[in-house]
């Protein structure tokens, strides 16, 4: 093969107009990823970009907008309890799922629906 996939740069996720505040809520306040400001051509699209370590999530406003149920990104999380208490504290909703042996894992939909995974291997 003459080429190689290194890495994913990010995961996009859909989201209707207007959701950059919801977004910089959850996404930075909640979550704590860092804003990424997003080049000058693309701004008028709307959306947000936050990225943490090497990887970024972006934001992206789609007309008319489904949530992604079924997909989604997982994410990898050190100490995960802290997390679930975080979101207690801030009333979103998780769900706990045992199914994945050798992980502790929850989902979360963020304010737009979408379905984000995080976990811990243990």
Known sequence: MSFVIKKIDHVQLAAPKGCEMAAREFFGEILGLTEVEKPEELKKRGGVWFEF???????????????AKKAHPAFVVENIEELKKRLQEKAVAFTEDDNLPGASRIHVHDPFGNRLEFLEWI
Do not use: N, R
């Open 53 to 67: 370590g090497a990887f970024q999530i972006h934001i992206g406003v789609e007309e008319p907008f489904t949530p």
